[in-house]
Nanobody
Framework: EVQLVESGGGLVQAGGSLRLSCKASGFSFNLNAMGWFRQAPGKEREGVACISTTNGKAYYVDSVKGRFTISREKVRNTVYLQMNSLTPEDTAMYYC??????????WGQGTQVTVSS
């Protein structure tokens, strides 16, 4: 079993920055990828960024490229999402996801990000 706990959300003005953290515990050494998803009210959950725990390669949705950076601190079993130049369109609940293989997934409880205009 893997547990994921997010933190770092909050209220920020447009143009500001936030850094989200996702700490993994349990059998987290089995995770081969971790990522961030978000869901705004009335919208479907969308993938924002993910990172391979084997080679560190990162992927981003087009809407956040150049503004968001995902990184991993292996020693702390933590994945970060640095979010810069935030806009009101980034307002959503942000969820951390961990994956083992191609079918076993774990989710955190989410952390709210609100960007005011």
């Amino acid at each position: 079993e893997v547990q994921l706990v997010e933190s770092g959300g909050g209220l920020v003005q447009a143009g500001g920055s936030l850094r989200l953290s996702c700490k993994a515990s349990g059998f987290s050494f089995n995770l081969n990828a971790m990522g961030w998803f978000r869901q705004a009210p009335g919208k479907e959950r969308e993938g924002v960024a993910c990172i391979s725990t084997t080679n560190g390669k990162a992927y981003y949705v087009d809407s956040v490229k150049g503004r968001f950076t995902i990184s991993r601190e292996k020693v702390r079993n933590t994945v970060y999402l640095q979010m810069n130049s935030l806009t009101p369109e980034d307002t959503a609940m942000y969820y951390c996801k961990g994956q083992i293989g191609s079918s076993v997934t774990y989710w955190g409880q989410g952390t709210q990000v609100t960007v005011s205009s």
